[in-house]
Nanobody, 129 residues
């Protein structure tokens, strides 16, 4: 199983980035796919996800209205469009896949992502003020 993120970079506050995550080795639609981030000195937190139960999308409050998650099943790819970026969005962003409720729980009720099945290696996002 592989999850490969791309699209990170450095932008000024107010700018935009689009992250991509290509998933291989699993049946794409059988897994919830989520984006997490981890800033220096902080715990990894769920940012957004697409639930495999009903394809619903979810976001943490701090990114609602600015970030949009989407997927392309034909390409086994999940995207995170990030607009109006803020310095506090600076972090390593990780893509993750899980066949159970772990990702959905992490995003919706901030449960630590201790049991997520698969992780990507991450992509750095840096937002300067």
């Amino acid at each position: 199983v592989q999850l490969v993120e791309s699209g990170g970079g450095m932008v000024q506050a107010g700018g935009s980035l689009r992250l991509s995550c290509v998933v291989s080795g699993v049946t794409f639609d059988d897994y919830s796919i989520g984006w997490f981030r981890q800033a220096p000195g902080k715990e990894r937190e769920g940012v957004s996800c697409i639930s495999h139960y009903d394809r619903s999308t979810h976001y943490i409050d701090s990114v609602k209205g600015r970030f949009t998650i989407s997927s392309d099943s034909a390409k086994n790819t999940v995207y995170l469009q990030m607009n109006d970026l803020k310095p506090e969005d600076t972090a390593i962003y990780y893509c993750a896949a899980d066949r159970g409720p772990a990702i959905l729980s992490s995003v919706t009720v901030t449960v630590p992502p201790l049991t997520v099945d698969y992780w990507g290696r991450g992509t750095q996002v840096t937002v300067s003020s």
